[in-house]
């Protein structure tokens, strides 16, 4: 038999897992400080697929056009997670980008998939050195992920 006091900490404890879920996935939410995962990692695909041109100018760097690929990890409540984001610039200019998913559960599924969905109209058109994206579509937490795979591709076009 359950006593009344367990099953309000039970109760209790599943409302606030549950808030916490619910709070780190809400608009405007960033995830604390010192939790950001190492750093993003070429894909598996051999980290860039790219056919060199003349170096551009990009504010703080230049870059060789083409398309580049990688992965960039971020920690949500259900621990860590990765998004591909393969970019293909052309003269320093992101001229396209497309937004692999790697779901380890529904939640990474639905947030990765509105990230994508509303990506491009952040970053297409603008220049490599300008690109941060904080929110996307509701998610926030998998712009981390975005942003560090972003640094790697510029260490890549180089």
């Known amino acids: 038999m359950t006593s009344p006091f367990r099953k309000t900490l039970i109760a209790g404890v599943a409302g606030l897992s549950l808030a916490g879920t619910v709070a780190a996935c809400a608009p405007g939410s960033q995830a604390p400080s010192g939790t950001a995962a190492p750093s993003?990692?070429?894909?598996?695909?051999?980290?860039?697929?790219?056919?060199?041109?003349?170096?551009?100018?990009?504010?703080?760097?230049?870059?060789?056009?083409?398309?580049?690929?990688?992965?960039?990890?971020?920690?949500?409540?259900?621990?860590?997670?990765?998004?591909?984001?393969?970019?293909?610039?052309?003269?320093?200019?992101?001229?396209?980008?497309?937004?692999?998913?790697?779901?380890?559960?529904?939640?990474?599924?639905?947030?990765?998939?509105?990230?994508?969905?509303?990506?491009?109209?952040?970053?297409?058109?603008?220049?490599?050195d300008e690109i941060n994206v904080s929110k996307v579509a509701g998610s926030s937490l998998t712009s981390g992920g975005f942003n560090q795979a972003v640094e790697s591709i510029k260490a890549q076009a180089r």
């Open 40 to 128: 993003g990692t070429s894909s598996a695909a051999g980290g860039s697929s790219s056919t060199p041109a003349a170096p551009s100018s990009a504010g703080g760097g230049s870059y060789k056009d083409g398309s580049y690929s990688a992965d960039g990890t971020y920690t949500s409540p259900n621990g860590t997670e990765t998004v591909g984001v393969q970019l293909t610039l052309s003269g320093g200019t992101v001229s396209a980008v497309d937004i692999t998913v790697h779901p380890s559960n529904p939640n990474t599924r639905k947030f990765q998939g509105e990230f994508k969905d509303g990506i491009a109209a952040q970053v297409v058109g603008k220049k490599l």
